[in-house]
C-alpha cells in the first residue's frame, strides 16, 4: 500500500515538529527541501504552518531552501505563514 503521492519523511518529521529528527533525517540521504507533495506544500512550509520554529531554522539552514515557494492549495510561501503562525511562538 502507498501513501499519499508526494508525502516523504522530510514533510512528515518536519509537519510533527521533531528538531532532532528532521536534522537526523537530513543526514540520512540528499533530500530536496524545496521538494512539495500534491497541495504544493514544502517541509519548510509544513513547519511554517505548524509553527514549529526550530524546525524551520534548520530546513532555512540547508542550501538551496526556498522561503518564497507557494504553496498551490493557497498560494502562500512558507514566509507568508510565518508571520501569521508566530503569533502563537
Not at 508526494?6 to 540520512?28: H, K, P, Q, S
Not at 524545496?34 to 524551520?56: D, I, K, P, Y
Not at 539552514?61 to 503562525?85: F, H
Request: charge should be negative; charged fraction near 20%; hydrophobic fraction near 40%.
Amino acid at each position: 500500500m502507498e501513501g499519499p503521492t508526494g508525502f516523504t519523511g522530510l514533510r512528515g518529521v518536519a509537519y510533527l515538529g521533531i528538531a532532532d529528527v528532521v536534522a537526523a533525517v537530513l543526514e540520512m540521504k540528499e533530500w530536496d527541501v524545496n521538494g512539495a507533495g500534491c497541495m504544493g506544500s514544502t517541509a519548510l512550509t509544513c513547519a511554517a504552518r505548524t509553527r514549529h520554529e526550530a524546525v524551520a531554522k534548520i530546513l532555512l539552514g540547508r542550501v538551496g531552501a526556498n522561503p518564497d515557494k507557494a504553496d498551490t492549495q493557497y498560494g502562500q510561501t512558507p514566509l507568508s505563514w510565518a508571520p501569521e503562525c508566530m503569533r502563537g511562538w
